[in-house]
Structure formats: structure tokens, C-alpha cells
């Protein structure tokens, strides 16, 4: 993916406050004859992102082509969505069918009309998952913070110098 159409999916994620960015995961080190899903994941908790989409462009028996893609939960390595967006190219739009210049601006527009598609039903399926997710009703108490002192110390401030001062006599 070039790297402007990747800045589409920060700028469909603004209004998202629980996401705070979107990384595109580069091909470095991955294997350009072909990789498992699996790849993908690690990747993504090397570099510290908990969502992890997956989709590329597919095409199935009857010649359909379409987007297809996972949203994944990458600590869990469990799927959360699935999403499939055909690639419909407008007739109406091609002015002359000969001309191989006015099909490919019209499979352009198509793949861009279904990107867009992908890109409006991720973020309304972690819309969906901010709904769900509910602070605890509990009182819990804090991870970082604990009751006891993190040094041990007298109450008496004084003691520990005058047992100190007492051994060197």
C-alpha cells in the first residue's frame, strides 16, 4: 500500500479517541513469496499494537474480486471481525469500453469506492467495541500504587543514628 492511501485509515480513526494511531506494517523481513497470518501478528506485538488488520484484494471462483480482511486481537491471537467489501465497477461510469485507459480509471475508482467500504467498517466495528468495553464496578485496587511504604522507616527519625553513632564508640 503507498504510503498516502495508508494515511487514509489515521485520518478515518480521528474521531476514534481510543485509538491513537494507525501503523502501517512495512514488507521488511517479510517474506515476499508469501506469508502466514501469523507473521502479521507478531509483527504488530514487536512493535506494541494490540489491533491487528489484515485484508488484501481476492477474487473468488465465479471471477467476483473483492476486499477481504480480519481484524485481530494480537495478545489473545484470536480474530474479532471479518469483513468482505466487493469491487463493483460502475458501467455508467466506463464512456467507451475499447478504450483500456477508461477501464482501468474505472477498476481504480471501484477498488477506491471499496477501500473506503473497509475502511468505514472497521471503525464502525471499534465504535462497536468501545460500547462494549465498561469500566469495572469495583473498586480495584491500584497496580502502581500499594499501602505500604516502599522503605520501611522508623518513626523515630533519630534511632538508627544512635545506634549508628553507638557501635563506633
Do not use: H
Not at 494511531?21 to 512495512?26: F, N, Y
Not at 465465479?62 to 486481537?73: F, H, Y
Not at 477501464?103 to 465504535?127: G, K, T, Y
Request: proline share 7%; glycine share 4%; hydrophobic share 35%.
Amino acid at each position: 500500500m503507498p504510503v498516502e492511501r495508508a494515511a487514509y485509515w489515521n485520518q478515518v480513526m480521528d474521531t476514534l479517541p481510543p485509538i491513537r494511531e494507525v501503523t502501517q506494517l512495512r514488507d521488511l523481513g517479510i517474506d515476499p513469496r508469501g506469508v502466514e497470518y501469523g507473521a502479521f501478528l507478531r509483527e504488530s506485538s514487536n512493535i506494541n499494537c494490540n489491533l491487528c488488520l489484515i485484508y488484501g484484494q481476492t477474487e473468488d471462483e465465479s471471477g467476483e474480486t473483492g476486499l477481504v480482511g480480519a481484524l485481530w486481537d494480537v495478545k489473545k491471537r484470536q480474530p474479532i471481525a471479518a469483513y468482505r467489501v466487493p469491487i463493483v465497477v460502475d458501467a455508467a461510469s466506463i464512456e467507451d469500453e475499447d478504450d483500456p485507459d477508461d477501464l482501468r480509471l474505472a477498476q481504480q475508482i471501484a477498488e477506491a469506492q471499496a477501500e473506503l467500504d473497509m475502511r468505514n467498517l472497521v471503525r464502525d466495528s471499534l465504535w462497536g467495541l468501545v460500547e462494549f468495553d465498561t469500566a469495572d464496578t469495583t473498586t480495584q485496587p491500584s497496580p502502581w500504587r500499594e499501602d505500604d511504604r516502599l522503605l520501611p522507616r522508623d518513626q523515630n527519625p533519630f534511632r538508627r543514628l544512635e545506634e549508628l553513632l553507638k557501635d563506633k564508640k
